[in-house]
């Protein structure tokens, strides 16, 4: 699969190509820290959403096969929740963020498992096909309360871990109210709501699955880059 080959065309969303993750917005990810949360790069805990993109390369779909690169022995399952903005978003206030959420979608970021996540690392981040999207979008009325899914992750048809979008940070809307404070959303942009701690792993020839209470399901096939 190359990147020209993929199209994200959810009637009645068009995804743009833009998707920005959101780091250590999960509780336990950011209590993992520990004392080191203090300490420099981190200096405190974050008081505004820290973020990262995945660029157009690394976006894939339900059912692809994703390479793991030379050398690496896992993906690290990133399972989120994304919220697909429905129009431009700068400085939306809580009571009216809804208005700017089209939908939701079940997204599986895949990365090389790092240390650092005040600056990760393109390296491992931005892996072609490494944004696994599922195959529709699922509107905000259907979704009753995007704080309140299960989020269940398998490998190989065995069910490997298990986390709830309740246990973040920042809501859903909260997120977007956060991030449209120091910039722009655009309609179609993707907001990866935040990847729990202890993700699971996935190497070369495995296939995973990751579910969302109410939103969807997605598959797709490790591979191994072609040197």
């Not at 020209?4 to 950011?30: C, I, M, W």
């Amino acid at each position: 699969m190359t990147t020209s080959q993929v199209h994200f065309d959810f009637h009645p969303y068009k995804l743009s190509g833009t998707v920005y993750g959101t780091l250590l917005n999960h509780r336990e990810a950011l209590e993992a820290l520990g004392n080191g949360v203090e300490l420099a790069p981190y200096k405190g805990p974050p008081k505004a959403p820290v973020l990262y993109m995945k660029p157009r390369n690394t976006l894939s779909t339900h059912g692809h096969n994703i390479n793991l690169p030379a050398g690496a022995l896992a993906f690290q399952i990133g399972a989120s929740l994304g919220l697909v903005i429905g129009r431009t978003a700068c400085h939306v206030p809580l009571q009216t963020a809804i208005d700017y959420v089209a939908g939701y979608v079940v997204v599986a970021d895949l990365s090389v498992p790092h240390e650092n996540f005040y600056r990760p690392s393109l390296r491992f981040k931005a892996i072609d096909g490494s944004c696994v999207i599922g195959s529709g979008v699922v509107s905000t009325a259907t979704v009753k309360n995007p704080d309140a899914l299960a989020v269940r992750v398998f490998v190989d048809g065995e069910h490997v871990h298990s986390t709830a979008t309740s246990g973040m940070v920042r809501t859903a809307l909260q997120l977007v109210t956060d991030v449209t404070e120091f910039m722009t959303l655009a309609a179609g942009d993707v907001l990866l709501l935040g990847v729990a701690q202890n993700a699971p792993l996935v190497r070369v020839g495995q296939r995973i699955a990751v579910e969302i209470e109410n939103v969807g399901r997605l598959e797709a096939q490790v591979g191994e880059e072609q040197s």
